[in-house]
């Protein structure tokens, strides 16, 4: 498949867990990666090979994957996390990188 | 301290053509993949190609293909995006972005990314 898909949009209130799916049978071939967008920015990478957290990158920022569905989870949100989320992985059959649809975070 | 330039930008005609230019420093580009992502006004991001870190071997998406075109010179540090038989579907901002494993495949993340260049196609 060409695809991942991803929720259009989560809210949750500081300080509670959110978490952003995405889903594709790519996921489960291929490494998932997380990037966060906020208006204005380029994308920051917070999560690679599915579980793996950058320097710089806040512990409440973790990765997990099951099957054909990868999860980003962040524990104890704060308004500065607000913002979008994309998904990206690989189709190996066509060799093309793949990004989701992207996430809208809302902090209410 | 890694960094990623992107220039070239700008306003351009349908049907014409336009070469952008990423300029990076703190990478060797004998080491490390570069890509191409793109992102249209108010949408999501959109790969567009990748020259893997031998400078030789090139991926692009099947949106791209056969009109959109990367290169590399290592001696000036820069990576090329030469977009070619332009649309207004193409107008976007093109960013450039390291590749997060070294001497690596096309299917790799993106670490360290520019801040974009805009292309505006539009008669």
């Known amino acids: 498949s060409h695809e991942v898909t991803q929720p259009p949009s989560v809210s949750v209130s500081p300080g509670q867990t959110a978490r952003i799916t995405c889903s594709g049978d790519s996921v489960s071939k291929q490494y998932a990666y997380w990037y966060q967008q906020k208006p204005g920015q380029a994308p920051v990478l917070v999560i690679y090979k599915d579980r793996e957290r950058p320097s710089g990158i806040p512990e409440r920022f973790s990765g997990s994957g099951s099957g054909t569905t990868v999860t980003l989870t962040i524990t104890g949100v704060q308004a500065e996390d607000e913002a979008v989320y994309y998904c990206?992985?690989?189709?190996?059959?066509?060799?093309?990188?793949?990004f989701g649809g992207g996430t809208k975070l809302t902090v209410l | 301290q890694v960094q990623l330039l992107e220039s070239g930008g700008g306003v351009v005609q349908p049907g014409r053509s336009l070469r952008l230019s990423c300029a990076v420093s703190?990478?060797?580009?004998?080491?490390?993949?570069i890509h191409w992502v793109r992102q249209a006004p108010g949408k999501g991001l959109e790969w567009v190609g990748v020259?893997?870190?031998?400078?030789?071997?090139?991926y692009s998406a099947a949106s791209v293909k056969g009109r959109f075109a990367i290169s590399r010179d290592e001696s000036k540090n820069t990576v090329f995006l030469q977009l070619n038989s332009l649309t207004t579907e193409d107008t976007a901002v093109y960013y450039c972005?390291?590749?997060?494993?070294?001497?690596?495949?096309?299917?790799?993340?993106?670490?360290?990314w520019g801040q974009g260049t805009l292309v505006t196609v539009s008669s």
């Open positions: 020259v893997l870190y031998d400078g030789e071997i090139k």
């Open positions: 990206q992985s690989a189709d190996s059959t066509s060799t093309y990188v793949i």
């Open positions: 972005g390291r590749g997060d494993t070294p001497i690596s495949g096309w299917n790799t993340g993106v670490d360290w």
């Open positions: 703190g990478i060797t580009l004998s080491r490390y993949g």
